[in-house]
């Protein structure tokens, strides 16, 4: 398993003049300090006109600058929005590929199709058509990446005639790709295009193991790879505290009461405000496992954390970071199985 951070960029009111500024810089921060302590993967969404939710409409550029402040960091894009309306298949196998030229071989190209009316309705994208749209936004960029030249396409939502499509990405044929599952039948279908399934909801050991067999055993039986490569990896999401750690006491010796006569539970910082959150997939890309760091002072988040989210990328560390004001914030993780 591999531990990553997932970033969304929330950004609840009231917002200043210094507020977007303030929580992108923190996340390349936090970014930083993950690749120094071995956090595998930052993932990143897209998402447009979703005020406080999201502030992160252009992870290209997000990625880009974490790629030039680390070494070992793999750059997720968690998701690209593929349907052609969103973003034309060429433009994105063109951005992948040269974040992947510039990370030497570090992206993970994730990709979806959002759900949201503010999304879909601001891009005039019918609902019903966003899965078509979907797969033949992916297939067609994917295409671009390892096609010399790509040979054209004539499609219900793109046509476009032969080009050469550069640059071309560092990973042969293209980087790892994975699919946002927020469904047990959207992890069904990632297995039958052979690719990874980031998982989104929250379940039970025993519903996971499920959802896993039903992945695993579909990728063997169904599998037609939409590219010209299979990752066969599980990624997902969730929730965790990260605290200072707790002082020392003596055994036996009771710890400081509130007000209310009740323990004090120790203070979580507030001087982090960008959301990250940990996921986890095994790389496809011959890079292997990181070292192990496990942070020590990570407890069950509280009823009112600082607005930050970190997602672990899959490992489970094992020596104590050295602490930053940007990391012990609310955390999303998530955790990839193989």
């Not at 433009?91 to 990370?103: F, N």
């Not at 992916?138 to 080009?163: D, I, Q």
Request: with cysteine; aromatic share 6%.
């Amino acid at each position: 398993m591999k531990i990553g951070l997932f970033f969304e960029h929330q950004l609840p009111r009231p917002w200043d003049d210094g507020a977007e500024a303030a929580i992108l810089a923190n996340a390349v921060e936090q970014c930083e300090l993950a690749d120094r302590i071995g956090i595998h993967t930052a993932w990143v969404v897209e998402h447009h006109f979703l005020e406080e939710y999201s502030h992160s409409s252009a992870p290209e550029v997000f990625l880009a600058a974490v790629a030039a402040r680390t070494e070992r960091l793999h750059l997720g894009h968690g998701i690209v929005q593929t349907p052609p309306t969103y973003n034309h298949p060429a433009r994105i196998a063109e951005r992948v590929a040269t974040l992947d030229l510039l990370s030497k071989g570090r992206v993970e190209f994730g990709t979806g199709e959002s759900s949201s009316e503010a999304e879909l309705g601001g891009f005039g994208i019918d609902p019903a058509d966003k899965r078509a749209l979907w797969d033949e936004g992916t297939r067609v960029a994917l295409r671009c990446m390892t096609e010399t030249p790509f040979t054209g396409h004539a499609g219900p939502s793109v046509t476009m005639p032969p080009r050469n499509v550069v640059p071309k990405p560092f990973q042969k044929p293209h980087p790892p790709v994975w699919v946002a599952c927020t469904r047990r039948e959207t992890i069904h279908l990632a297995a039958q295009r052979g690719i990874g399934a980031l998982s989104f909801a929250f379940f039970d050991p025993e519903e996971a193991r499920h959802w896993v067999d039903d992945y695993y055993s579909t990728l063997a039986e169904e599998a037609v790879p939409i590219g010209d490569a299979v990752n066969a990896n599980l990624a997902c999401v969730t929730t965790f505290m990260c605290h200072p750690p707790r002082p020392r006491r003596s055994s036996g010796a009771p710890r400081a009461p509130t007000s209310s006569g009740t323990p004090s539970p120790t203070t979580t910082s507030s001087a982090a405000t960008a959301p990250a959150s940990p996921t986890c997939g095994p790389s496809t890309n011959g890079s292997g496992p990181r070292p192990a760091t496990t942070p020590r002072h990570c407890a069950p988040p509280t009823r009112s954390p600082p607005r930050a989210t970190a997602a672990p990328a899959c490992g489970v560390p094992s020596a104590r970071p050295t602490r930053s004001a940007t990391t012990c914030a609310a955390t999303r993780t998530t955790a990839s199985t193989r």
